[in-house]
């Protein structure tokens, strides 16, 4: 299901170019893979691990969990995001059934509840549980990413990096 170990490499976006036209903007970003035979997860805990940025040598900080926290969080919201994924296949044609069929007036307030709630498990089936399934797939345990300042104090903002 994830592919983690207990040595990684840090994967880090350095934006090459943004334009600008109207409204739309453009991204372009290089992707750099760092890998260093220092960089292993802790035992337990989270630690930091340093990297420059091969583009830029701007020095950046991340924080990386130990293997077994990283791999049940991504178990986790694979799980729990495929099973609200595969509840759209029981809410969505139940809604398709009872939003179809017409009620008499004095039933009319609990088939809106009904359908209410239907329409409602599956708003949340769908957008909640796919984006958790995806980012239970991709999830790597490495997190935080920090500009490290040269007084040696870490900054939350790193203008035109970003972890993917």
Known sequence: MSGLQQSYALLLGCLIEAKSSGSLITTKWQYNSISSPSFVRPESGDTSATMECPRCK???????????????????YTVVGAVLALSLLVWLPMLIHFGSQTVDEDAA???????????????????????????????????????????GSVSTLTKGHKLP
């Open 58 to 76: 701007r020095i950046f900080t991340v924080r990386v969990e130990n293997l077994k926290k990283a791999t049940i969080k991504s178990r986790t």
């Open 109 to 151: 307030s609990s088939a809106v509840l009904s359908v209410g709630s239907l329409f409602g498990l599956t708003a949340v089936s769908l957008v909640v549980g796919l984006p958790l399934y995806f980012s239970g797939r991709k999830y790597s345990g490495i997190k935080k990413l920090r500009l490290v300042k040269p007084d």
